[in-house]
Each structure stands twice: as structure tokens, then as C-alpha cells.
């Protein structure tokens, strides 16, 4: 971004270029940027979950990791699908919600293991409990930011993908076309 000056001389931000704008106003873009939002809600929600359940010591790091992802689920489904995706209607059950589900229990699973492996850590070093719990909570943080990109490249590709049906002039059966 470029920097003018403003009549008493101090440094003012220009607005955004024509360029700028234009990029913002891509599909891919601004349903990035959705996805990007409704992942913040919903990581929110399950950070907050397994910082209770783990951090008050109420269950293990793979069970918290579980919980939280439940209590972030039902967000970022509907955030993804209505908002980022822009779905509206019934989704369909092989079509969408078995890839979606497929998604999150391959991420609950990368989550479990990985808080798992890093509880199994600080566990030994006998590390006070604000300490293990931080750094185990570092560890979801960072599983689930590593799986962030992953996550929306297999939405966008295979669970959310554009479809047309289109009626066939044969035997008038609706036929599945990805483009």
C-alpha cells in the first residue's frame, strides 16, 4: 500500500488501488476469505472447549480433541456451506456430507494424535500443569493451522465442488457433469 502526504505534511494511507479492489472482489477470493472468518468462529469454539476439558483436567488431550471439534463443527459447517460456499437446499448425503465428514474425522484424528504426542512430552519433562497445558494447547493451535489450508483445498475441490445436472435425451435420468 502507498503512503501520500496530507496537507500538514504527515503520512496518510492512500485507498486501495483499482487492482486491489479487484482482487477482493474474485469468488475464489472472497470465499477464501469466508472460509477464513467462519474457521476463526469455529476454531474459537473448540480452542475454548479443549482449553476447558483438557486444561481443568477433566479428560485426556485425544478426548478434549474430539469434544472440541464437536463443539466446532455444526459452526463451520454452516458458516462453510451458507456463507463461504454460498449452498442453499437440502445437501446431499454422498455428494457432501460423507466427504465433509471424511475431512473432519481425518482432522480430529491429526488433532488427537498430535495433542496426544505432545501431552506424552510434557508429561515427561514435569513441566507445571499452566505450562503443559499451554504447550499442548500450542500443539492443537498448531495442528489445526497446519490443517487449515488443507481443509479448504479439499472443500473447495471435493466436498463443496460445482456441479450441474443436466437431463440426459436418451433415457431423461439427471446426470451428474463436474466441470
Same mark, same amino acid.
Not at 479492489?21 to 473448540?46: C, D, E, T
Not at 472440541?68 to 456430507?97: K, M, T
Not at 500450542?138 to 479448504?152: D, E, R
Given at each position: 500500500?502507498?503512503?501520500?502526504?496530507?496537507? &500538514?505534511?504527515?503520512?496518510?494511507?492512500?485507498?486501495?488501488?483499482?487492482?486491489?479492489?479487484?482482487?477482493?472482489?474474485?469468488?475464489?477470493?472472497?470465499?477464501?476469505?469466508?472460509?477464513?472468518?467462519?474457521? @476463526? @468462529?469455529?476454531?474459537?469454539?473448540?480452542?475454548?472447549?479443549?482449553?476447558?476439558?483438557?486444561?481443568?483436567?477433566?479428560?485426556?488431550?485425544?478426548?478434549?480433541?474430539?469434544?472440541?471439534?464437536?463443539?466446532?463443527?455444526?459452526?463451520?459447517?454452516?458458516?462453510?456451506?451458507?456463507?463461504?460456499?454460498?449452498?442453499?437446499?437440502?445437501?446431499?448425503?454422498?455428494? &457432501?456430507?460423507?466427504?465433509?465428514?471424511?475431512?473432519?474425522?481425518?482432522?480430529?484424528?491429526?488433532?488427537?494424535?498430535?495433542?496426544?504426542?505432545?501431552?506424552?512430552?510434557?508429561?515427561?519433562?514435569?513441566?507445571?500443569?499452566?505450562?503443559?497445558?499451554?504447550?499442548?494447547?500450542?500443539?492443537?493451535?498448531?495442528?489445526?493451522?497446519?490443517?487449515?489450508?488443507?481443509?479448504?483445498?479439499?472443500?473447495?475441490? @471435493?466436498?463443496?465442488? &460445482?456441479?450441474?445436472?443436466?437431463?440426459?435425451?436418451?433415457?431423461?435420468?439427471?446426470? &451428474?457433469? @463436474?466441470?
Amino acid at each position: 500500500m502507498t503512503s501520500t502526504r496530507d496537507p &500538514e505534511g504527515s503520512a496518510a494511507t492512500a485507498p486501495p488501488s483499482g487492482r486491489a479492489r479487484a482482487l477482493a472482489q474474485r469468488p475464489g477470493v472472497r470465499r477464501f476469505s469466508r472460509y477464513a472468518v467462519g474457521s @476463526v @468462529v469455529a476454531f474459537g469454539a473448540s480452542n475454548v472447549a479443549f482449553l476447558l476439558l483438557y486444561g481443568l483436567g477433566l479428560t485426556s488431550p485425544q478426548v478434549a480433541s474430539v469434544l472440541a471439534f464437536a463443539a466446532g463443527i455444526p459452526v463451520n459447517y454452516v458458516l462453510n456451506r451458507r456463507w463461504a460456499w454460498q449452498r442453499r437446499g437440502r445437501p446431499g448425503l454422498r455428494d &457432501e456430507l460423507l466427504p465433509y465428514a471424511a475431512v473432519v474425522a481425518t482432522s480430529v484424528i491429526g488433532s488427537a494424535v498430535g495433542t496426544w504426542a505432545a501431552d506424552r512430552w510434557v508429561q515427561s519433562a514435569d513441566l507445571p500443569r499452566a505450562l503443559e497445558v499451554g504447550v499442548v494447547d500450542a500443539a492443537f493451535v498448531a495442528i489445526n493451522g497446519t490443517l487449515f489450508l488443507v481443509k479448504y483445498v479439499l472443500l473447495d475441490r @471435493v466436498v463443496f465442488r &460445482e456441479r450441474t445436472t443436466t437431463a440426459t435425451p436418451t433415457d431423461g435420468r439427471a446426470v &451428474e457433469r @463436474v466441470p
